[in-house]
């Protein structure tokens, strides 16, 4: 069993829907990050959490320390927002390991 | 401030042949870390350097090695490259390697290895 999950693997939407990403992990952790690859190649820090809810924009990102879950949500969702979704997390022990998601590759159809 | 920045960005290379790839960090930035993303993979975990020393590694050959100088810049060698090498390699820097906002990891263009 993988360290860090994600679902889904592929998630394909119309424009303007609300989107759920879920990412769990398995080990004890200090941060965990949200990551946005586009198919270009580029990889872009999102949110880095650690516990409760961030904001930016569309975008919204929670964290449930007790579940060991995070969401990543967007709403009211465009076409743009198409990309990989990567979820990581930073351990909370000695080494401080980055165990990084499969991704989750998302399309919206206009 | 600049950002994170690798060189080459793109390379062909042939079996067999070695390779050395670089990565400047974001300025003040101490950790570096490699990933390999081959078509249709997640990002794979290299190796990660903090101060010089390499902090992590993930489940790669020992052809991959690589290394962090004092001015935190960082290279990452493959030897006898084999076609499955062929991939884009992305190094991330951030500030520190603790928890809190201090581990917010910046990511470079990357490097497109295409060996034949």
């Known amino acids: 069993k993988n360290e860090v999950e994600q679902s889904p693997q592929n998630l394909t939407a119309q424009e303007g829907e609300f989107i759920t990403i879920n990412c769990s992990y398995s080990?004890?952790?200090?941060?965990l990050h949200w990551l946005q690859q586009h198919p270009g190649g580029g990889i872009v820090s999102l949110f880095m959490l650690s516990s409760g809810k961030k904001k930016h924009g569309r975008l919204i990102a929670t964290i449930n320390i007790q579940e060991k879950h995070s969401s990543l949500h967007i709403t009211a969702s465009h076409p743009r927002d198409s990309a990989v979704y990567i979820c990581?997390?930073?351990?909370?022990?000695?080494?401080?390991?980055?165990?990084w998601g499969a991704g989750t590759k998302l399309i919206i159809k206009p | 401030k600049a950002g994170v920045t690798q060189t080459p960005r793109y390379l062909i290379k042939t079996r067999g042949q070695q390779v050395t790839l670089s990565c400047s960090p974001i300025?003040?930035?101490?950790?570096v870390s490699w990933y390999q993303q081959t078509p249709g993979q997640g990002l794979q975990f290299l190796f990660e350097y903090f101060s010089e020393t390499q902090r992590n590694k993930g489940n790669f050959p020992g052809r991959f090695s690589g290394r962090q100088f004092s001015n935190s810049r960082s290279e990452m060698n493959v030897s006898t490259l084999e076609l499955g090498d062929s991939a884009l390699y992305l190094c991330a820097s951030s500030l520190m390697i603790t928890g809190g906002l201090a581990n917010e990891q910046f990511f470079g263009p990357g490097t497109r290895l295409t060996v034949l």
């Open positions: 080990v004890g952790i200090s941060a």
């Open positions: 990581a997390v930073r351990t909370q022990d000695s080494n401080y390991q980055l165990i």
């Open positions: 300025s003040g930035h101490r950790s």
